[in-house]
């Protein structure tokens, strides 16, 4: 029943994210299904992909605006606001980032203790040393032709103080600072830079590129947008180059946090369901049409077995009419009339005759609906569910869990 289908085809690949938004509250969206078929399109080889990480897709919830206002960028955004307070840029092109785990801020002792200073020059030669201390470490970035600087956010002491900023300011260095842990991956894998520990180990190696880095104030939101990435090769275990995997971002916004979360959940099962497409390029139609295909093939087959194997084959199918029985009883049909009405469709060879809500029956084509749903679905789920059966008929018993 399942029609091949090639992922270059996106209109088709847009019908199936369709379907699977069409039962959530952000149904109405136009722009949900296109962002999430280019975005998995985009981290993906459409000619070699077998599978797709979808933590190379990032989603970020901004209050404000509509779920219209929702953008995809190819690139990198970041919740965390360029500082300003030293007086550096906030804008740059051909930006060289790098990501630094080490603070910029005069180092503390191990131990909790206080220094007494009884003479104003003792307190000037602390000022001093803390100065040159500071401004050692910014002229080690600079070398390194770094124009942008992440700091990773610090428990310990302050990520970054008011002269180190200063400093940053001078040499022209921007500055985004409480970078989360969690973060770091999918910076380094969308930048193609690599964390710093320590001063001693910041090289031009280490750096990673972009376009331009820029502020978005728009809609009452700051985030910074980091666009124009290319991560360069890099070098696998083999010798041979293999490229960076590519990273989107995705800015999800919306009236109320409600909407939000909706919107982020429905969008991840517009993911999977690609996802799904990209591990078996096929769909079927929905609305209960292969489970009823299914049914009567077994309850024909049945008919030629005999003995036990017959009343297995047949209770195999009837045991899938739960699923057109199930779809009716929601859509607030007479599931009796439906599910008859189907088997006798189906007895005709109508293979693709399925539920219909809008005409409220059987509709002859239910594709023509735009009802699909990728074969790995329907194929897993009765994989899974035959299973379980032969599990329980094993051990003759079921245990509650919670």
Not at 181 to 186: A, K, L, T
Not at 280 to 298: C, F, K, M, W
């Amino acid at each position: 029943m399942s029609v091949p289908i090639n992922l270059t085809d996106r209109a088709t690949l847009l019908k199936a994210a369709t379907t699977s938004l069409s039962s959530k509250i952000v149904s109405q969206e136009p722009k949900l299904a296109p962002m999430a078929v280019d975005s998995v399109l985009k981290v993906i080889d459409p000619k070699t992909a077998e599978n797709v990480d979808l933590k190379n897709i990032r989603m970020l919830k901004r209050l404000g605006g509509t779920i219209d206002d929702s953008e995809m960028i190819d690139g990198l955004v970041l919740n965390q606001q360029v500082l300003k307070s030293g007086g550096g840029p906030t804008r740059m092109e051909k930006a060289r980032i790098g990501l630094i785990q080490f603070q910029l801020s005069p180092p503390k002792p191990d131990m909790e203790n206080s220094i007494v200073v009884n003479d104003y020059r003792q307190m000037d030669k602390i000022l001093k040393e803390e100065r040159t201390y500071l401004l050692n470490l910014v002229k080690k970035i600079k070398k390194a032709k770094c124009n942008v600087l992440l700091i990773q956010k610090s428990i310990l002491r302050d990520a970054v103080n008011d002269l180190s900023l200063h400093f940053l300011a001078k040499l022209n260095i921007l500055a985004i600072k409480d970078i989360e842990r969690d973060e770091i991956e999918f910076i380094c894998k969308s930048t193609g830079c690599k964390p710093i520990a320590d001063i001693d180990s910041f090289t031009e190696d280490k750096l990673g590129t972009a376009e331009l880095i820029e502020e978005d104030n728009s809609l009452g939101a700051r985030l910074t947008k980091i666009t124009g990435v290319k991560p360069p090769p890099a070098a696998s275990t083999s010798g041979t180059q293999q490229a960076i995997s590519k990273t989107i971002s995705i800015v999800v916004r919306g009236a109320n946090p409600l909407i939000l979360d909706e919107a982020e959940r429905s969008l991840h099962d517009a993911h999977c369901v690609i996802r799904c497409l990209i591990k078996n390029r096929a769909l079927l139609a929905g609305g209960g049409a292969p489970e009823i295909e299914i049914a009567h093939r077994l309850n024909k087959l049945s008919r030629t077995l005999t003995g036990t194997d017959a009343i297995c084959f047949k209770a195999f199918g009837d045991a899938l009419e739960v699923i057109p029985n199930t779809l009716a009883e929601n859509a607030g049909l007479n599931p009796i009339k439906v599910v008859t009405e189907l088997r006798h469709r189906h007895a005709q060879g109508e293979t693709n005759a399925g539920v219909s809500i809008r005409s409220g029956g059987v509709k002859t084509d239910i594709r023509e609906e735009n009802v699909l749903q990728p074969l790995l679905v329907s194929t897993s789920a009765i994989e899974l569910a035959t299973e379980t059966v032969r599990h329980i008929l094993r051990i003759d018993d079921i245990a509650l869990s919670r």
